[in-house]
Every structure is written in C-alpha cells, then in structure tokens.
C-alpha cells in the first residue's frame, strides 16, 4: 500500500489527525483508512527507530511525520484528534498531553487497564471538553447494529433475559502478531492482563450498549492459563457472568481456540438474535422451528469505520453519549474489567457500587 496524500479539490477541510504509537498492530488498518483524501496526517509520535523505518518502508512515508514523542509533536503540529495505537497503560499519557491542548483522543480498546486511570483521563477530557472515544472492531459490525435495533425496540426478542458473546481466536502470538504488540499485549500491567483483557473488553462493551448503560449489579470471572508455556505471564482464556436486575450475560474470552470468533447472542422472552458474525443475523421465535439467517446491508455514513465516524463526532454531526465508542459506556467497561479482575483473583462474586 502506498501512502498517499492526494485530497480532492472539493474537500476544504480533511480531518486533522496525528497517530501516537505504531506498536499496535491495528495501526496498518488504519493508516490504510488514512491515506483516503477525507483525512490527514500530520505527525506520527514513536520511538522506536526500528519500527519507524518499517513503516516508512511499507507506506512510503516521509521523515519528516514522525516524531520521537507525543508531546514534541503536539508542540508543532496541530492537530484534531489523536489516534492511540500504543500500549493500553500508556492511553492515559495521550489524554494527559491532548486533552489541556484541545485535542480530541480516540484509543483502541479497552480504554484503560486501571479504573483509576479512567476516571482520570474522564475527568481530563470533560474538564477539557474534549471527545474521548475507544475503538472496537465489533462497532462497525453491521449485523451488531442491526440487533440493536431489533433488541432496543423490542421488535424480535421482547424483554433480553440472557446475552453471550465469544471473542477469541488461536492465540496472539500463534496468529503472527508483531514483537512489538507482543512485547505489552502480554504484559499483565500493560496490557492489564491477557485474554481477559484483549476479548472480554468486547462483550462487556456490547453488553452496556444493549442494557441501555446500565452497570451489572455484580460480576464473577474466572481465568486460566492454558498454554504457560507461550503466555507464562497471564491468563489465556476467561469467563466473565454479568448480573444484571432481569438479564445474565456470559462473556466468553480466549487465546485458545481453533478459530478466530467475534459473535452476540441474545435470548429474549419472546425470540433469539445472533450476530453470527459481521454481516449475518440468525434468528428463531419457534420452539423447535427453523432458524433465519438474514445478510445485513453495510453501515451507512459516516457509521462505518472509525475515521468516518470520529470525524464526525469532532464536526458536532454526533454526539456520542451512550453509543459504543461513547466515554460513558467505556468507562463502566473498565468498571466490569476490573471487577472481572478481582473476582479471578479472589474467586469470589464482586458486587458493583
């Protein structure tokens, strides 16, 4: 892919945008998503020279975009927003250094590794009034939006009595991840722990966005460590059960299995929904009756990916308040993360307050 900046005459202001890590290994997506006219770089914060080369290699990128750290660039450099692809623990340094400045910040998944550290990038970003947003892949699932829709309204499964999501696949490292994701994604404080952190960041996300925000009145998680052998270090595998005042869900989050899954299911009073996996719902009403399965058509703008969707949310075409991405709903998902934590730890239940 060559990176290219070759922006129509009719777009007059293209989103401002700075990239702060390239350790993520999510970043090659998205400097695919960048180099489209709508958008421009301005600066790329890392370190590490290595790393810097390799993608001024892949991408073409000129030496003059990076920088050594955020706060070098962000003293010459002006951007909209920011756009974290370093290591979870290090989200709250991007906040500490955009937020006084005016800069909008979008993290990847999960938010923090520490709800200190969420409460405190939260308080930055109001304080600031700045967007603080977290991207997951499962948000720009048309067929997750869709079930939403359909669950929200109470259209297909009446009153949700049970919710389960499995994320997971063969494991990060069995899959080629880089050394440099590596490095912090197993790393039990920086990336705040394995498995349970990496995949059940998702199902708790959904789950706040489907309980209309609601904390679960308590949480209880356990954890295992399946291959010590490869990830010596934390846990690969994990089941979290969130109680709710009328529903259950069953968070299901692994570096252990034989294929890569991200689903949602919902058992209602009346129906059941799945999210089978992007672009396909399956559905029953019947006891014993035939499943549906329905294609679901691509999100409209600007919904369909990250870039799309921050650029509107800085233009003031959304207001992200309880959505996905929203800092209301990644908040209580630390919340649950950390909850899910303890009760491993302890195995014991751990009661939301």
């Known amino acids: ?25 999510h970043v090659q997506g998205a400097l695919d998503r960048l180099a489209e006219a709508d ?22 990128l000129p030496e003059a975009l990076f920088y050594k750290s955020l706060p070098a660039l962000l003293e010459y450099e002006k951007p ?5 692809y370093n290591a979870i623990s290090e989200h709250i340094e991007v906040v500490e250094a955009c937020a006084p400045l005016g800069v909008h910040v979008m993290v990847e998944k999960p938010l923090a590794t520490t709800l200190k550290d969420a409460e405190r990038m939260a308080a ?36 949700i009595r049970k919710m389960a999501v499995h994320d997971g696949n063969i494991g990060p490292r069995e899959l080629g991840c880089s050394k440099e994701f590596l490095d912090w994604l197993t790393d039990p404080v920086r990336n705040g722990g394995g498995a349970i952190m ?26 295992r460590q399946l291959k010590p052998a490869i990830y010596p270090r934390v846990d690969d595998d994990a089941v979290i059960v969130l109680e709710y005042p009328q529903a259950t869900g069953i ?16 058992f209602g009073q009346t129906g059941y929904l799945q999210a089978v996996n ?24 600007p919904y369909q990916d990250p870039i799309s969707y921050l650029a509107a949310v800085v233009k003031g075409d959304i207001e992200p308040t309880q959505d996905l991405s929203s800092l ?21 239940r751990v009661a939301l307050t």
């Open 1 to 25: 892919m060559v990176y290219k900046h070759n922006y129509s005459s009719k777009l007059k202001q293209p989103l401002k945008v700075a990239l702060a890590g390239l350790t993520h290994d």
């Open 39 to 60: 958008v421009l770089v301005v600066g790329i914060a890392e370190e590490n020279q290595e790393l810097v080369n390799r993608y001024r290699r892949l991408y073409q």
């Open 80 to 84: 909209d927003a920011v756009l974290a």
């Open 124 to 159: 930055l970003a109001r304080r600031h009034q700045v967007h603080l947003l977290t991207n997951y892949e499962t948000t720009w699932y048309p067929s997750n939006q869709q079930l939403y829709i359909m669950a929200a309204h109470q259209i297909a499964v009446g009153e």
């Open 198 to 223: 990496d995949f059940g960041c998702y199902g708790a996300n959904l789950m706040t966005w489907l309980m209309q925000g609601k904390e679960p009145i308590a949480v209880t998680a356990v954890t």
């Open 251 to 266: 968070i299901e989050a692994s570096w252990n299995w034989p294929f890569n899954i991200k689903d949602l299911e919902i």
């Open 278 to 301: 992007g672009n396909t719902l399956r559905t029953t009403k019947e006891a014993g009756g035939a499943f549906h399965l329905y294609h679901v058509e691509p999100l409209a703008t």
């Open 328 to 348: 209301e709903n990644n908040l209580t998902v630390v919340k649950i993360l950390d909850a899910a934590r303890q009760s491993a730890r302890s195995g014991k």
